[in-house]
């Protein structure tokens, strides 16, 4: 599962994502492989990685385990929102919803919208950013959100 | 990332998970290739992935990714906690924590604590159970809380 490091990531800072800014993150698809070697490993239930099984469970067939879903947003995320210059992680996420299947093949696709922005109480170098991210398939449906929280340097002083 | 089938998963229906029942999950290591394999994957920022950048970032060293810490946990739920013959899948989680960093060679282990189980009101086949999990590390530090719902099939009558 190994792949070259990200060519371009965005150079941004806290003031960079003001409250109702919208990011597109472009797209990936659902490879039909790592749906199987993700589930064998991390998520071995019968929808996810048993053709036979899935085809007679409620799904019809194989569906990506939810936090392999999560995972290829995350990888959007990374490549296309979050800037190492200012990316001090993340305590946790709200809401994450996994609202329809998800299946081999698919091709996703993110967006995120600042619902928050507010510079840290406690810590004046950095700022709290709390999202919205949509993932939506080749047919434009959502099929996963979450509302995750950011930790956000704030822009040096020049 | 391939590993064997579950062994023996627990069979397990609706009526097995009543609230304030806990679930010991058992232990699973971070495997320091697979911090690294993941986060190329998924979540490449330098504290994840860059073993300089990561020693001068806030958290001193490599850190796992989120996701890669949850994975873990569902892999310890899909052989510990979730059955095949019940498991319906999620519609979601809520409250999802990273409360401490997770590194490579830890060892973590999972609790469920059943918060709540209810009948489904349209469904009568299956029951919906929410439920409280927790992962530590070996020095008893949670390190990630979340509260996933889970649809689970109700017993078969004999």
Not at 37 to 45: C, I, K, Y
């Amino acid at each position: 599962m190994s792949t070259p490091s990200l060519p371009n990531p965005p150079l941004r800072y806290f003031e960079d994502y003001p409250a109702g800014a919208v990011f597109e993150l472009g797209n990936i698809e659902v490879d039909p492989l790592e749906v199987q070697s993700f589930a064998e490993r991390f998520d071995p239930q019968p929808f996810h990685v048993d053709p036979q099984a899935a085809a007679v469970s409620p799904y019809g067939g194989i569906i990506a385990s939810g936090w392999h879903t999560a995972s290829l947003m995350m990888r959007l995320l990374a490549q296309g929102f979050l800037s190492p210059a200012s990316s001090l992680g993340s305590p946790g996420i709200d809401e994450l919803r996994w609202l329809l299947p998800v299946r081999p093949g698919d091709r996703l696709s993110g967006r995120v919208t600042v619902l928050s922005a507010q510079p840290s109480r406690s810590k004046p170098d950095r700022g709290v950013v709390i999202t919205l991210v949509e993932m939506r398939n080749q047919a434009g449906e959502t099929v996963l959100s979450l509302k995750p929280v950011n930790l956000l340097r704030r822009r040096p002083a020049a």
